[in-house]
């Protein structure tokens, strides 16, 4: 959550809200050559998706409000929930392949 790199600790990890750093400038680490994915943006999508789901039927049967409400409610919290779980879960998932020396698969001939 903080954006601190997994060799050094400096908070250099995210170069953009959610955007990875091409190089940690502390360490040199080459944070570009490790791969995140959309694995955590689809799983934290579904999540939050089932979340504001669920409010907004409980919101719709226990107030009944104009369908502007629920425009005005349910698409900022999603965008920002998800934007903000997934600065974590791109962090933690790249501190992960760190720690473990994950990297492509090699064929050896």
């Known amino acids: 959550m903080k954006g601190l790199c997994p060799r050094c600790g400096a908070r250099t990890l995210f170069a953009g809200v959610i955007r990875f750093a091409d190089r940690c400038p502390a360490c040199a680490l080459d944070i570009a050559s490790f791969?995140?994915?959309?694995?955590?943006a689809a799983l934290l999508v579904l999540a939050w998706g089932a979340i504001v789901v669920a409010l907004a039927i409980y919101v719709e049967l226990a107030l009944s409000p104009p369908w502007w409400?629920?425009?005005?409610?349910?698409?900022?919290l999603t965008t920002a929930?998800?934007?903000w779980s997934l600065r974590i879960a791109k962090g933690w998932l790249l501190a992960a392949e760190f720690r473990n020396a994950a990297r492509e698969g090699r064929i050896v001939a």
Request: charged fraction near 5%; aromatic fraction near 6%.
């Open 69 to 76: 409400v629920h425009v005005l409610l349910w698409v900022p």
């Open 81 to 83: 929930g998800v934007m």
């Open 35 to 40: 791969n995140v994915g959309d694995g955590p």
